[in-house]
């Protein structure tokens, strides 16, 4: 039976026959609580008539005693199997009785709160105020009807008070479950834990704790019908469908229940709860306040995408909205994120798939939009296999866009008052085969395999795929397509300009899917989509914020992290499999020997890069296929220059090294629109000079032209259209992969455990954002550090932005040596006094720390934390990777004065700190006790200049050298190889400040240790 709800309409008023209250007349309106009971009383009446003599009397009476309608508790309540009794036949009557016994009759109701006075009858006179024997004024029906409306409003404030009160017994049920979820506990585990502790702590049931959470978050999950083999979903033109258009396989199974279901996680009630929160309000202003300068490419708002929409206005389905998108500065930009995953390693049906789809929002800033407590999922395609239509699982995400389109009221806590809230997608990010699914594009199986441009491929048939370069082969003129012959031009001899290429536009688009439509038969719709390399209609084209191909932006990560980086170095190696034995003249190819050479120094160059840097590195002669994006992002930047060096022929690493610009240029927090247009001519050459060498205009080696170098070409209009690669790239769907696949716990239905467990990580963190101080408490990755300094640190007046990490010796007996040094540093610069007094008056004895940390940037990121090389035990666990090499300062005088950023610094190993406090003294002009922070370095021979920018190399240490502590600018890295010199030279590998690092954070466990500390 369907369910009603006296909230949806507490005002509506039904006729009522019961003839038991002829003052009020024959048919009254009343509600329908009290048409029921009207009824109720009209039966008993029948079968037990009262007597007549009393029988005015007692309905003059009733009407006073009579409950009027409420709008409280009793509004709120569902029933179900209730029935219209104005409208009912007598048979419905007849069966009162066995309602009222059911469970779900009036009976069964709580009893309502007391009522307000009954309004006087009906025809008495307003024009002379009576008082009653109580000696108050009798109250009109417009009295009692504000009142009413005043009852209700208050009443509807207390049970919002109460539902969003939060026990203590519920708080640490949740934050319990917080630590269940996200630390991959097990349900039987929090059993034992909430048993074993339940003298101490006391918790929810799990059933409780998840009912719980699912009021309290306001996201309820849409379970949509889908083909059990995940064909399609039940949507759109499948959702009459009783059996799969695909696979014919039926809906239903024998009891009328679907077979597979997709979950759909709503993003509406995940943007209501931020503005329940204040400290997430002004972390959503972050867009509003956001500054654009005039040639700056630093975030997505300073892309011409995110411009063009601020200038339009919204049309949702052909109905213009009125206003502009992100004219109200509560607007939500968000993207949107998929990938496929394997949740199992060897699968029985030799696949284990799943797709999970994620929202990131822009809205935050950059180091907040990327952490797991801020990522929004929005559900996961079930496995095993890969859907074969797209658009039916992203239907009801596309119907709540268009409903954010138009907009939802909301409540912001900080103005006390509602506005209607905007939320619009404008980026939607993959690697390639996902991003062609969800764009509806043939990719490499259609002659035009790019979505960025209209340049046709070459098919090669050994591959059955279509290749894009940019010059046509020399030795085969039969495989060139007529699309790529140029008229009075050798087809043999012809070249594509980068910069000219026929760019893809969505009118181009809708073009072209109107010929396909309009397409005679099958067949001439089948030719047209492989000359297009399109396949259908896009679903996601109904949202108004999104256009083909603008919003579609090349993803870095798995463009040249994990495609194009990779096929470069199995070319070096000699194992790339297209070419076979047949590598062209194969000059790029390194020797074994001193690829297994390259091997070795990789994996050695990690003890000598901090923890923070990167993770271990594999051996890449080895292990190859054990390389992540990280691995290749960190080994093609700094690795890659240093150990190839000398093994790679010169005009190959010549190249590498233009491969190396770029990616940094990329990676650069603060960019320009200048450069990046710069960046287009060099990225064109790079491609051009790439098929120069490795393809070497030679059909046998045409697979090395894959659409992944092809793509490249389109890179720098992503980044003016879009904003900066890190934008967009999939390092945070990663990060939410992994946690998807740690929640496949069950053997029978693991994508069902999968749903369930990320349903109550967004409902967890969506009331987060509702409760700050269950935010606090719960730890979706890593927090930032609340306080200024940890028990085991220490900030010295004057050195706040150079604190001091434990160990620490308090008296610590300077070495002659050090002391001689010291006792140079303050000689330098404190010239007024000779050096042998300086060496007089310095103290014996001071403390000495270990380790120092950099305090965090506002524009550079986190800063760097330093482990001297004293402290630094090679048989610890801890002391594997070293991180005691610096940069610094290279004016090595007047210290005390503010270091000069300049292009270039020296580098050194910092050997210890010491803190010095030099005592009252008029003869060295010291009228108060001064405190002097100071690093012992040993400075680097040579090695001097700006290594984020080039190569500095060194040979050995050198002096040691006394400077402050403000001197010591970051940490640095080294590599030794003996690629260039037989005894080998150290290479410096220098970050810089202006980075975007490939990786958010670093999992606790890797985090550098305090190791033993030492008073």
């Known amino acids: ?52 003599a009393n029988g005015s009397t007692r309905n003059a009476n009733r009407y006073d005693e009579m409950e009027v309608d409420q709008v409280g508790v009793g509004a709120n309540l569902e029933f179900e199997g209730y029935q219209d009794w104005g409208n009912s036949s007598g048979d ?123 009021q309290l978050s306001g996201i309820a999950p849409v379970s949509i019908d889908c083909c059990v083999n995940i064909c399609h979903a039940f949507t759109g033109k499948y959702k009459d469908d009783t059996h799969c258009s695909f696979c014919k396989q039926p809906r239903l199974d024998l009891k009328g229940k679907p077979r597979q279901q997709f979950e759909f996680l709503p993003t509406t009630p995940w943007f209501q709860c931020y503005f329940n929160n204040p400290e997430m309000v002004q972390q959503m202003s972050f867009q509003a306040n956001y500054v654009q300068e005039k040639g700056a490419m630093d975030e997505l708002y300073d892309g011409t995408r995110y411009k063009t929409l601020c200038k339009s206005e919204i049309v949702v389905e052909g109905e213009p909205q009125g206003v502009r998108f992100f004219s109200d500065k509560r607007d939500i930009a968000y993207s949107i994120m998929l990938d496929g995953v394997q949740i199992m390693d060897n699968p029985a049906l030799g696949q284990s798939l799943c797709w999970p789809l994620m929202a990131q929002n822009l809205n935050l800033p950059a180091s907040e939009r990327a952490k797991l407590r801020n990522l929004i999922p929005l559900g996961i395609i079930p496995g095993p296999r890969q859907p074969k239509d797209f658009d039916s699982f992203l239907a009801p995400f596309v119907e709540e866009a268009l409903d954010q389109a138009r907009g939802v009221r909301t409540f912001d806590v900080t103005t006390g008052h509602h506005f209607t809230l905007r939320a619009h997608p404008i980026i939607i990010s993959g690697d390639m085969q996902a991003i062609k699914h969800v764009i509806q594009m043939k990719g490499t199986n259609a002659k035009c395999p790019c979505r960025a441009c209209k340049l046709e491929g070459i098919y090669l048939a050994a591959a059955k795929t ?171 930047c700094y690795i890659g220059p240093a150990v190839l060096r000398g093994r790679l022929p010169k005009k190959y690493y010549d190249h590498f090294l233009e491969l190396v610009g770029i990616m940094k240029c990329l990676h650069s927090i603060n960019n320009t629109t200048a450069r990046i247009m710069a960046l287009r001519e060099r990225i064109a050459h790079y491609v051009e000079v790439f098929e120069k060498y490795y393809y070497q205009y030679d059909f046998e080696c045409l697979c090395v032209c894959k659409s992944t170098l092809h793509a490249l070409l389109h890179v720098p209009d992503d980044v003016l259209r879009c904003g900066p690669v890190w934008v967009s790239w999939s390092f945070s769907i990663e990060r939410y992969c992994r946690e998807v696949t740690a929640c496949a716990r069950s053997m029978v239905l693991p994508w069902t455990a999968i749903a369930k467990s990320v349903r109550q990580m967004s409902q967890l963190s969506a009331l987060a954002c509702r409760f700050p101080e269950l935010r606090k408490a719960m730890l979706f990755g890593k927090n930032n550090v609340p306080v200024n300094a940890s028990r085991m640190e220490e900030i010295k007046p004057g050195y706040e932005e150079r604190i001091l990490r434990f160990p620490r010796l308090r008296e610590f007996l300077l070495e002659p040596t050090v002391r001689w040094r010291i006792a140079q540093y303050f000689h330098t610069n404190f010239p007024d006094n000779t050096f042998n007094e300086w060496h007089e008056f310095i103290p014996p004895r001071c403390e000495r720390w270990g380790k120092l940390r950099i305090r965090n940037a506002e524009d550079t990121g986190p800063g760097d934390c330093i482990r001297s090389a004293r402290v630094t ?24 004065k503010k270091p000069e950023m300049e292009d270039v610094y020296a580098y050194g190993r910092l050997e210890f700190i010491v803190a010095i406090m030099l005592p009252v003294n008029v003869n060295f002009g010291i009228k108060s006790p001064q405190l002097h922070v100071l690093a012992y370095i040993i400075e680097a021979s ?43 030279e150290w290479v410096v590998i220098d970050r810089g400040e202006a980075i975007q690092r490939t990786a958010f954070d670093i999992p606790e466990e890797a985090q550098e240790d305090e190791g033993e500390d030492e008073e």
């Open 466 to 636: 279509y290749y894009i370069p940019l010059a046509n082969p020399r030795n085969n003129r039969n495989i060139i397509p007529d699309g790529r012959i140029v008229p009075e031009l050798d087809p043999t001899d012809t070249s594509f300009d980068p910069l000219g290429l026929p760019l893809q536009t969505h009118e181009r688009i809708q073009e072209q899917l109107r010929e396909m439509d309009d397409a005679r038969n099958k067949t001439e719709r089948d030719n047209l989509a492989k000359e297009y390399g399109l396949t259908d209609h896009l679903i996601l084209d109904r949202i108004p914020s999104i256009q083909r191909p603008d919003s579609y932006p090349h993803e870095f990560m798995h463009l040249f992290l994990l495609n194009h980086c990779k096929e470069l170095v199995s070319l070096w190696a000699g194992t790339h499999t297209g070419l076979g034995d047949d590598p062209g003249t194969g000059s790029f190819i390194i020797p074994f020997d001193d690829w297994c050479e390259v091997g070795r120094e990789t994996e050695e160059a990690t003890k000598y890069l901090a923890s923070s840097f990167i993770r271990p590195l594999p051996n890449i002669q080895t292990h190859f296929d054990c390389y992540i994006a990280e691995h290749w992002a960190f080994w093609i």
């Open 92 to 214: 419905e009557e007849r069966n009162l009785d066995e309602d009222i016994q059911s469970n779900h009759s009036w009976n069964r109701v709580g009893t309502p709160p007391p009522s307000p006075p009954g309004s006087p009858l009906l025809g008495a006179s307003d024009e002379e105020a009576n008082e009653d024997e109580d000696g108050f004024l009798n109250i009109t029906a417009k009295d009692y009807c504000e009142y009413e409306r005043w009852f209700g409003e208050e009443q509807e404030e207390l049970n919002e008070i109460f539902a969003e009160t939060l026990t203590e017994e519920e708080i640490d049920s949740f934050k319990m479950l917080c630590i269940r979820l996200f630390g991959h506990i097990s349900q039987r585990n929090y059993e034992r834990i909430r048993y074993s502790f339940k003298d101490k702590l006391k918790l929810l049931s799990t059933y409780c704790l998840h009912k719980k959470l699912a």
């Open 1 to 52: 039976m369907p369910k009603y709800s006296r909230q949806k309409d507490p005002g509506q008023k039904y006729e009522c026959f019961c003839g038991i209250y002829p003052v009020l007349g024959h048919p009254h309106p009343v509600s329908r609580t009290t048409r029921y009971r009207h009824l109720q009383e009209a039966e008993q009446l029948e079968r037990n008539p009262p007597p007549l």
């Open 942 to 984: 040579g090695a001097e200049g700006d290594a984020a920018s080039e190569l500095i190399t060194f040979t050995k240490f050198g002096r040691g050298i006394v400077l402050d502590v403000s001197s010591v600018l970051g940490l640095a890295g080294r590599v030794f190889t003996r690629g260039i010199k037989k005894n080998g």
């Open 873 to 896: 035990n090679p048989l610890s666990p801890y002391g594997k990777r070293d991180a005691s090499f610096i940069r610094r300062d290279k004016n090595e005088r007047n210290q005390r």
